[in-house]
Every structure is written in C-alpha cells, then in structure tokens.
C-alpha cells in the first residue's frame, strides 16, 4: 500500500521511519508530475519543497502551530499533508484551489497569493500568540524570490524588535522566484550557500583547542567572543545577526533528518529564528530541470513524461506585447523595459535577449519598480513597466505620487486583466481601470484585439509628460475586430443603420467579439445598436457625450470591477455634460471569485452575450412602455433615469 495514501493528516507522519520519510518524499513527486500534468499548475515550486513540508509538518503540530506559505503557490504537498489528496480538479470550479483556502482547511491561513505578505502576517500572530499568552509556533516559509520584496525587510525590521517572540523564518533558497533571483540578496545569500559555515567551523575549533593544554578554552572563548568579525569572515550572516535574528543554515532541504535537527532547534529557541534551507525548484523531475527559463514554475496540461504540452494554442496577447516591445526597441534606443521578477510571463524576455543593457529586473518589487521608473522618465528615457494587473495595485501610491504628480512618462503594460479564472481571487485584474480612474493625467488604453496591442504600445510610448497604461487579457488573443468607422478617437466597430438608435454599446476591451454579439442579439429583437470601442477609456472621449446623446440607451461593458470602473467614468462625463440618457454598466461584481475557468466565472457574474442582451432588452421594452402611457400627455417627454 502506498504510504501517500495512509497519510490522511500531519500526525500521520510521525510514525514513518527516516527511510519511510524518503519514500513518501518520491511518492510525492510522482503524485505531483501526474496530477498537475493533467489539469496544469505550479509544479515546480512543489517539486523542491517535498522533503521541507515533511520535516514542518513532523516538528510543528499544526494548526495549533501555524505554517504559512509566501507565496502559496508551493503548498500542493503541504495540502496533500493535511488530507487533501484528490487533485482531479486542481485549480478547477468545485476542485481545490492552487493555494491555500480557508474554506478547504483548518491548516490554511494566507489566501493572498501576492509575494512578500508571510512576515507581515506571522509578526501579527507572534504578537498575538505573546499577548494572548498562547503557548503555540508560528513559522513563516518564504522564498528567496519573495524576500526581493521591500515588505519583508519591513516586516524583519519589527520581527527582530522583540528577542523574546517566537518566530521561525525558513527561507527556501532554490536562487529562483519564476527566474534566477537577482540583486544584492541573491549575491548575499550565494555566498551563504557556497561558505562551510561558522557553526562548523567554532565546532571544530572548540574540539582541537580542547586537547590544548592551558591556552587551549581561553583561545577558544576570546574566538568566540569576536564571533561578529569572524562569523562575517568565515560565513557572512551577519546581515541577518545584525537584525537581531539567529542565523541557522545554509541546510540541505532535501535532507529530512537534517531539516528536522536544525528546525527543532529553532524551534526550542525561544526568538526569532532565521532557517536557511537550500532546494532545489523542479527536483526529481528531469524536464523541469532541463528547463532554464522558470523550471516549470507554472504549466498547463503537459505530458508526464515529456513534459511537452499537450495542445498548443495561437499567440497570446503576452506574446504579442513582447514582440512589439523588440520593434519599438529597435527604433527608440530610449526605450527601456522593467519587470517584477517576471521577465518571461510578461512576454520581455525577447526584449532582454535583444537589448540585455536595457532591461531591469526589480525582483518582486512593484513599488521600487514604479518609482525607478519614475527616475528613469525624468533622466530622459522612457520605461514600459511589464506587470501582472493585479499586482500593479500593490504601487498605486508610486504610480500617484511618484509617476503622475511629476508627470513622468512611464508606460505601464497590464498583463492578465480582468478575470483569469483559474488562480482565484488574488489573481483576477479586476481593479486597475477602477483605482487608475482617480490619477490625474494618466491615459489608460484597453485593446480589443493584437493589432490594437501593437497601435497603442506605440501611442503610449509617445506621451513623455503624464503616466500611460495599456491593459490586456490572459490567453490566446482572437482574430482582429475591425472598425467600420470612427468618431472622435472612437472606433465604431458597428453602425445602427437608423438615425435615431436605440442603445449605444461601449465595448472596453477584449470584450468587443461579445459586444458585437450582443447587438446581433439585440436587432433580432428589433433594437438598433451602435457599437463602439473607445480605444483610451480614460480619460472618457470628448465624442462621448454627443454621441451618447443621439441614442435612447447608453450600456457599458467591461471587464473590470464595475464599482469606479470605465461605466462609473463613463455615467459622470455624461453627467457633466448634461446629457441625460439611461446608462446601464455590466462588469465584475465587487466581490472576490472563487476559482473556476474564465468562461465559468463569467457565466456566473452574468458576463455573457446572452445574460446582458436579455437585460438590455428588458430595459429597452420599459422605456417603450414609458413612451406610450406618456404620448397622449405631452408631446415630448426625456426618457427617465433607469
């Protein structure tokens, strides 16, 4: 009987021998490459923290001892430790979730997925568990790609304040976030790994000046005594010492015994404890390790023993971007790219092999991003900050206070927005085009299809006094749309064929193949629909406004929050001009989704074809209502607010 399948919570393990413990270890991975080849998802991350999740579950007792995950994208074996072992539906709607959820268990606690946060939250619960008088752990794994963030530093800063607190801190050094980890603490921490260690080296020197006679202990305690100077000599962790915070490692993560030993110490300390395991990202499985770019940190469906895809899918809109980005910088030597530790899913790695001096990879560190490029901008280059959507929330400051007030021509690129389904609420870019409403002075520009990605790179690259920002889906990206007109900076991608329409339809986005197919719904039930795609969402178009004027409805589809969103900008520009037409906007609902495929999270918030051209058309037929009990009164009569 497989011991995987005996394992049914973290207790289960402490009656496994060493050589057992080893066995599940490989189980594990082959667990791992099956399952997630089938439904796809973070397979080398987990990969290289089997044997680390082992040896924390055997010595912590969670969930009365909390271990938390930064980011939790490497928890599949931590999940399969606490009886959670049916990944059929990984990532998928009623399946388990590619990170930690409170709704799955009792052992999961950071649901946020965003890097950087772990230290934040176990200095909140050590403070906590202190005040409380609670006699349990707290243990903080983090990668050292997440240790890049400027949060973390914050968070050891207080950390290390209180010497008494009990706080594990185990660093998972695998040298990679999605790449290599860059900057002066992936150099620092490259010297730890490649130094034999003070602890080894006192050890030794405490044995050998024991057998001498007289000089012998006094030599060694004077030794000890100017550990500082030696221990930065003999192993530099004295940029943690110096923090207050003792230093154990660097140890093998692929050791369970050693794991064990070093955990259990840090465990009895009493303070906060700084472990430093070394892993491997990919272990065990031979096409993650061949693979240089991101060892397989994500993937989709694959064969399990190739590890090639199994179906392949036209460009995507990532892909689209990048190659643009190689064009413009072969034309524009002013232009500069920057990326958060993510240089290959924004689609830069092309740029960075084309133009290797004029990339900057910040580590995670969105905030620092922004306002690097706010100094870039301002010495005379132009920089396009590559970001995931949902992660540019985390500078909004930066990109106000910093980029916009000194109006600095920065161009920020948003990749995955709106709903991307499957990595659940952390990860939905739901909220860009409302927090970036309330910047004065930034153009924000949503494509509709690859050719738009192309047309308005290169329109927000020529604005050199205010922040611009293009956004764009997740996946493969669908034929072009054409326009069949324009009004002001408008494309109208569908003319009414009559004078006085019924709805004006403002399409935002990738959303203009459904948009189109909602007025083909609509003039089967006899509603004239004018379509447009605004192209600049903000500011709203001056044509807006006249334009919405000559129609009886105006309907705004977006995928984005619908609270401050393009149909919020949209009501207020209408407002202001006076016009006064019923507006009606359809976005995301202001709550965070559950996991499940885009289509399936759209079908749910009512995003489809089908759910907004059935309300459109309630909504036309109440006005006609309106019209008609009110023709025999007076002979005009302006349409009521809906």
Known sequence: MPLLTRI???????????????????????????????????????????????????????????VLWDTGHQSYVHKLLTGRQDFSRLKMKGGLSGYPSQAESEHDVIENSHASTVLGWADGIAKANQLLERDSHVVAVIGDGALTGGMAWEAL??????????????????????????????????????????????????????????????LYETLHGAKKGLKDFIAPQGMFEDLGLKYVGPIDGHDIEALESALARAKRFGGPVIVH???????????????????FHAVGKIHPDTGLPIATSGADWTSVFGDEMVKLGKERKDVVAITAAM??????????????????????????????????????????????????????????????????????????????????????GMWDMSILQVVPGLRLAAPRDADQVRAQLRE????????????????????????????????????????????????????APMCLEIADLLDKQGISTTVVDPRWVKPVDEAMAPLAERHRVVVTVEDNSRVGGV?????????????DVPLRDFGIPPRFLDHASRAEVMAEIGLTAPDIAR?????????DGRFERAAGEVDSVQPARD
């Open 8 to 66: 049914r919570g973290p207790r289960d393990l402490d009656r496994l021998s060493l050589e057992e413990l080893d066995q599940l270890a490989e189980e594990i991975r082959t667990f791992l490459v099956d399952a997630v080849s089938k439904t796809g998802g973070h397979l080398g991350p987990n990969l290289g923290v089997v044997e680390l999740t082992i040896a924390l579950h055997r010595v912590f007792h969670s969930p009365k001892d909390k």
């Open 157 to 218: 800063n207080n950390i290390a304040d209180a010497k008494d607190r009990p706080l594990v801190i185990v660093v998972n050094d695998n040298e990679r976030s999605y790449a290599p980890t860059i900057g002066g603490l992936a150099n620092h921490l490259a010297t730890l790994r490649t130094t034999d260690g003070y602890e080894r080296f006192l050890a030794r020197t405490k044995e050998v000046l024991e057998r001498t006679p007289v000089v012998g202990k006094p």
């Open 277 to 295: 395991c070394l892993t491997e990202k990919g272990r065990g499985y031979q096409p993650a390790l061949q693979d240089e770019a991101d060892r």
């Open 343 to 428: 240089l290959q899913p924004v689609g830069l790695d092309k740029f960075a092999k084309a133009f290797p001096d004029r990339v900057y990879d910040v580590g995670i560190a969105e905030q620092h991003g922004a306002v690097s490029a706010a100094g870039l901008a301002h010495a005379g280059v132009h920089p396009v900050f590559a970001v995931y959507a949902t992660f540019l929330n985390r500078a909004f400051d930066q990109v106000l206070m910093d980029v916009a007030l000194h109006k600095c021509g920065v161009t920020f690129v948003l990749d995955r927005a709106g709903v991307t389904g499957t990595d659940g609420a952390s990860h939905n």
């Open 460 to 511: 927000a690259v020529e604005v050199d006094d205010a922040p611009t920002v293009v956004r764009f889906s997740k996946g493969a990206v669908g034929p072009a749309v054409p326009a069949v007109g324009r009004v002001g900076g408008m494309d109208v991608l569908r003319e009414p064929g009559t004078d006085r329409p019924d709805v004006l339809l403002v399409s935002v986005g990738a959303l």
């Open 567 to 579: 149909g919020s900008a949209v009501a207020q520009a209408l407002r202001d001009a006076g016009v």
């Open 615 to 623: 309300q459109v058309t309630g909504l036309v037929s109440r006005l």
